[in-house]
């Protein structure tokens, strides 16, 4: 196993290295794995069409990577530490024998139902061993799983069940979230009235509900299992076949499909995972998100388990039995390296330090945050609280379609900053431009995050649908992709991403980053959580509307109102104070944690008719209420 950058000199080093030769770069680090047969060219690309090949001619298979090559020498080593969401269900724990077994086990039962190389895998299941065995199962066949989050509606799985043309669902009869049980069969069951692809349903017995099995299509896990052996070959992979397809929604209509390849993601989540959480043998890692996201795929899955490491895996939510429940579990398994979202780190905040001080959490390292800009409140909380000054914070940016972390600090490694996600990882050329496409050199600048060239984990396309690939990603700036985020880079070159575009307000010429405007907000101790949106203003062409969550009902909101406001002008300046400010009681966010902006923007426009696809939140009565006290 190559060794992880541990000075800032060797950062610097190695960042350059991979700028001026990235095909010689990504090759060295493609020697470290195992492969059927080597590559005949490191890279081809056009960002025009697009199309991108990594490792080109070369055969494998990740889960060969994954296990088996770790079966010699840490064979008996814990894979994935397991913790139920009841507390008194007893924990499992995983070897990488046992896991290598239980994979090829399910390999065969795929294979007995009918699964071929290409076939798509729908995967909708809760957050048990089961998923990561199926996940990989599918991979060692040449299968492309396609896992839909557990919390989705009957009609968001058909969706994708239907744009991917999946052969086989497998699902669970339920599953424990908190104090809920989803009925997952039966939701699948509703969604299969309309998915003519699906031959078979596979069903895991986790919670005893009553469920329907239909003959000659639902079968049991468990009656499969027993008629399948722990021996399966791996089916050898092109570099380029697709490895999975994973679906975001879209800012209009359907979600996409987004398809990760099989080589260069592998290269690329092993290399960011070692370095940016600065991984040591033995450590004990928890990433908290769930494997239906990108965040699940790449940090619970594939990241820790290509580099050897014990990853843990939770069925739960941070706030079951109570809000102590995460630092409970750090304390039980002596977590050394923790990963989570700000919207977590805020919510928990918000429960008290009641919930924190019981525990002791000097096993932690390392910390840190995904899936949003974190503001600087909840960074200062996480660090002096979780951290107790002492396990640097990596606040990670990188999105579904990138596959892999791609700015952010190396923790311990190089030097972090609140809110800033702070340096590109080695083989990323981030730039920044202006509106006009031109790039902003230098430092203390602000404007349009895009890359300019390509990096192994990238995604390849949409999933039938190539043309809206490219006009997503590569049409609005010539020869780059375009991230959709804000950035500015600081003057000592640090990155700070600012939020969506769209969330990027133009306020009487003056651009605001959301992020920045919120992080302010949020200082004020009666404020738990803010979303700024802009609207159509007659004077100054957008307004700022803030939508405020308060630690407890307002006295006065006027008073309320021009506090908050004040901060704002003291933290960023007049220019950026709130023309209107809502108080709510919940914010429309998706399964993962992410405030839907653009729904929010359409009701301070007043456009309530069309708000888009919807089927990704939360919980959708908060419209309701959002839009019937809108300002």
């Known amino acids: 196993m190559e060794k992880n950058i541990n000075s800032f000199e060797e950062y610097e080093k190695e960042y350059e290295k991979s700028i001026k030769n990235p095909e010689g770069f990504w090759e060295e680090k493609a020697n470290n794995f195992t492969w059927q047969k080597k590559w005949n060219k490191v890279l081809s690309w056009d960002f025009t069409t697009p199309e991108i090949k990594w490792f080109e001619g070369g055969k494998l298979n990740i889960t060969e990577n994954c296990l088996d090559r770790h079966l010699i020498s840490r064979g008996d080593q ?165 490895l999975f397809i994973l679906y975001t929604s879209g800012s209009t209509g359907k979600p996409k499909g987004i398809q990760h390849s099989t080589a260069g993601y592998m290269i690329y989540t092993e290399y960011s995972f070692r370095n940016v959480f600065q991984y040591n043998k033995g450590d004990i890692y928890w990433c908290t998100a769930d494997i239906g996201w990108i965040t699940g795929h790449s940090y619970i899955i594939y990241g820790p388990l290509l580099a050897g490491a014990t990853t843990l895996m939770f069925e739960g939510v941070p706030s079951y039995p109570d809000a102590g429940r995460f630092w409970k579990i750090v304390e039980e398994n002596k977590v050394n390296i923790f990963y989570t979202a700000p919207t977590a780190i805020r919510a928990l905040e918000a429960n008290g330090l009641e919930f924190v001080t019981p525990y002791d959490l000097s096993s932690l390292r390392v910390l840190g945050t995904v899936g949003e800009p974190i503001n600087e409140d909840a960074w200062h909380w996480y660090d002096k609280e979780i951290g107790k000054e002492n396990a640097p914070i990596v606040d990670t940016w990188w999105q579904t379609e990138t596959g892999g972390i791609m700015i952010s600090n190396l923790a311990g490694v190089t030097p972090s900053k609140p809110c800033f996600a702070t340096l590109p990882l080695p083989g990323i050329q981030p730039c920044i431009l202006d509106d006009n496409g031109d790039e902003l050199k230098g430092n203390s600048v602000t404007g349009r995050l895009c890359v300019k060239f390509p990096w192994p984990s990238m995604a390849r396309t949409i999933y039938g649908d190539h043309q809206r690939f490219k006009e997503t990603y590569f049409s609005t700036f010539t020869n780059k992709y375009f991230t959709g985020d804000g950035c500015l880079r600081d003057e000592n070159g640090m990155y700070r991403i600012t939020g969506r575009v769209d969330d990027v307000l133009i306020v009487s010429g003056h651009n605001l980053g959301t992020a920045e405007i ?114």
């Not at 492309?144 to 557990?150: G, R």
């Not at 699902?171 to 692809?197: C, F, H, Q, V, W």
């Open 78 to 242: 814990i894979a994935i530490k397991w913790i139920a969401n009841d507390p008194s269900e007893k924990n499992r724990n995983i070897s990488y024998k046992e896991l290598h077994a239980e994979v090829c086990k399910f390999s065969n039962v795929l294979k007995n139902n009918g699964v071929k190389k290409g076939d798509r895998i729908c995967l909708y299941m809760p957050m048990v061993p089961e998923l990561a065995i199926a996940v990989l199962a599918c991979a060692r066949i040449g299968a492309i799983h396609s896992v839909v989050f557990a919390g989705f509606s009957a009609k968001s799985l058909s969706d994708r069940i239907n744009d991917a043309n999946c052969k086989i669902l497998v699902t669970a009869d339920g599953g424990y979230r908190g104090n809920k049980t989803t009925p997952l069969k039966e939701i699948s069951d509703d969604a299969m009235k309309n998915t003519p692809s699906i031959k078979k349903c596979i069903v895991l017995k986790r919670t005893n509900l009553n469920i329907t099995m239909q003959n000659n299509r639902d079968v049991w896990w468990h009656d499969e299992i027993k008629k399948s052996n722990n021996k399966c070959s791996i089916e050898i992979m092109d570099s380029e076949d697709p």
């Open 518 to 631: 919120e992080s302010a907000m949020d200082e004020h101790p009666n404020v738990c959580e803010t979303a700024i949106v802009g609207y159509t203003h007659p004077i100054k062409g957008n307004g700022i509307y803030a939508y405020i969550i308060c630690h407890e009902k307002p006295k006065n909101e006027n008073i309320l109102k021009k506090e908050i406001n004040n901060i704002v002008t003291k933290e960023v300046g007049p220019i950026a104070k709130a023309d209107k400010i809502q108080f709510v009681n919940g914010l429309p966010k998706t399964r993962s944690g992410k405030i839907m902006r653009r729904i929010l923007r359409k009701i301070a426009e007043g456009d309530t008719n069309n708000l888009g696809d919807t089927s990704t939140l939360l919980d959708p009565s908060v419209i309701e209420e959002i839009k019937r006290n809108v300002q």
